[in-house]
């Protein structure tokens, strides 16, 4: 019996370490996503939502603000909504869109608009803040001015009062 029961643990460790093996880091064995371990390229979880590529575009030189663009995935049954963005280097962060507006000679430009109820994040859709759409407007940025790679964190304040801080990578382009 003792014998049996050793050699079932064996294959158990050996199961492990099969599985183990299959993704190159376990996910238990990965650093949180922090300031000193910036890593945007993996998704960031928090209550059944998925954030993705978040990024803050490098403005030109001297600009006093940026956008922020991800990408939100709401895996729940229940729809959330943010209703504020805040940074330690930003005096000031807003949820904007972009809408076509028309001017009386009839000519269409893109105006930003702050989005007035929040960001909603419909059950199992996937909400994309992309570039001439939906984005995170940095407003007063500090004197010292953003860099490539640059790791800025932002705090989500939910409707129902959670919060949670997404770390956005600086980059340039879109
Ligand atoms: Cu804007």
């Not at 643990?9 to 371990?37: C, D, H, K, Q, Y």
């Not at 893109?110 to 199992?124: E, N, T, V, Y």
Request: proline content about 7%.
């Amino acid at each position: 019996m003792k014998e049996k029961c050793t050699k079932w643990l064996w294959s158990g460790a050996v199961l492990i370490f099969v599985m183990t093996g299959l993704s190159s880091t376990p996910l238990w064995a990965r650093e949180p996503v922090s300031r000193e371990n910036p890593d945007p390229e993996r998704p960031e979880y928090f209550a059944h939502l998925v954030f993705e590529e978040a990024r803050i575009v490098l403005p030109v030189a001297f600009a006093r603000s940026a956008a922020g663009y991800v990408t939100i995935t709401n895996q729940g049954l229940e729809a959330r909504r943010i209703v504020a963005v805040d940074s330690p280097l930003a005096r000031q962060v807003e949820l904007h869109n972009m809408d076509i507006v028309t001017d009386q000679s009839d000519n269409e430009y893109m105006q930003m608009r702050p989005l007035a109820d929040g960001l909603l994040l419909p059950p199992a859709e996937t909400v994309t803040l992309e570039p001439g759409g939906l984005h995170i407007m940095l407003m007063g940025l500090d004197g010292e001015s953003l860099s490539i790679d640059q790791v800025v964190p932002l705090t989500l304040t939910f409707a129902d009062g959670a919060v949670f801080e997404l770390f956005f990578r600086v980059r340039s382009g879109s």
